[in-house]
């Protein structure tokens, strides 16, 4: 959960969110399941960040092989 947090902290235009991936216990495991609708609706994200967010999500889960 806190190396999710340090991420989305260090993300460029996403570091408002960090507190909100803290307190909804989002480790690297649930990260990579996050879909743009999770972001947006319970997570209450802009569109931007959600985009950034998902974006480097997808090249880590191509970095380790999933898809």
């Known amino acids: ?3 999710v947090f340090e991420f989305i ?4 235009g ?3 969110y960090a507190d909100t ?4 216990e989002i480790d690297g495991q649930a990260l990579l399941l996050l879909k743009e ?3 947006m609706t319970a997570m209450c994200m802009k569109l931007g ?3 950034k967010l998902i974006s480097q999500i997808r ?3 191509e970095e380790l092989g999933q898809s």
Do not use: I
Request: proline share 9%; charged share 20%.
């Open 1 to 3: 959960v806190q190396d």
């Open 21 to 24: 991936f803290k307190s909804q």
């Open 14 to 16: 996403c570091s408002d």
């Open 49 to 51: 960040p959600a985009l």
């Open 37 to 39: 609708d999770h972001l």
């Open 9 to 12: 902290q260090n993300l460029p």
């Open 59 to 61: 090249s880590m889960k």
